[in-house]
């Protein structure tokens, strides 16, 4: 059974303009969550993390948000540019654990 | 940076065959992991270590085993080889137990014929 779900498989987005992804979880005891980016034929990298402390974190052109009462979380990326096409995962670990649970992923696509 | 490698990009292997998947992190780190990804399923945990000889199965461990000798080395054991275990296998290394980012190689494609 999933306990992070992206339900979006793809989403299409304008060079320039805002990439909306969206993550939602189950599991209560979950307090920290990441994204990780996927290029084909590479392995997953971090891009950016949220602790369940904070609803808010930012980097650069990437900001997570996190509702906890909701169990959802977002990733935005402003402007979006050809090189964030990729494969992106949402992640949450819980306190006691080790492993990170993963969604299925959402596969950007930003056109020119 | 970290560097995780993953000792073959893509591997061909027949069904019933003992395959050796090797990871290698360079960071010291004291987790590591075995994830498949699958489309559709995204990653999925097969087995984890946080520490040398140490092991934990993760959520679909069957048909899998691994082996920690050295705190840098984790490797994954097909012990015989079935073609449902074609996949993409990403190994990753963690600093820390919690609150800590993975850190993953690129990933090795298996196919089972």
């Known amino acids: 059974d999933q306990q992070v779900k992206q339900n979006s498989p793809s989403l299409s987005v304008q060079e320039g303009r805002i990439s909306i992804l969206n993550c939602d979880y189950t599991n209560s005891m979950f307090d920290y969550f990441l994204w990780y980016k996927k290029y084909p034929a590479e392995g997953p990298t971090f891009l950016i993390s949220i602790s369940s402390i904070k609803d808010k974190n930012e980097d650069g052109r990437f900001t997570v948000f996190l509702n906890k009462s909701a169990k959802h979380l977002s990733l935005h990326i402003v402007p979006s540019q050809p090189g964030d096409s990729a494969v992106y995962f949402c992640a949450a670990s819980g306190s006691n654990d080790y492993k990170l649970s993963f969604g299925a992923g959402t596969t950007v696509t930003v056109r020119a | 940076d970290v560097k995780v490698t993953q000792s073959s990009r893509y591997l061909v292997k027949r069904t019933g065959e003992k395959v050796f998947l090797e990871c290698v992190q360079d960071?010291?780190?004291?987790?590591m992991f075995w994830y498949r990804q699958d489309p559709g399923l995204g990653l999925r945990l097969i087995y984890f270590s946080y520490d040398v000889k140490m092991k934990e199965k993760g959520d679909i461990p069957e048909g899998y085993s691994v082996s920690r000798e050295k705190k840098e080395r984790f490797s994954l054991i097909l012990e015989s080889a079935s073609t449902n275990q074609t996949s993409m296998y990403l190994c990753a290394s963690s600093l820390a137990w919690h609150n800590s980012p993975l850190h993953f190689g690129n990933g090795t494609r298996l196919t089972v014929t």
């Open positions: 960071m010291d780190h004291e987790n």
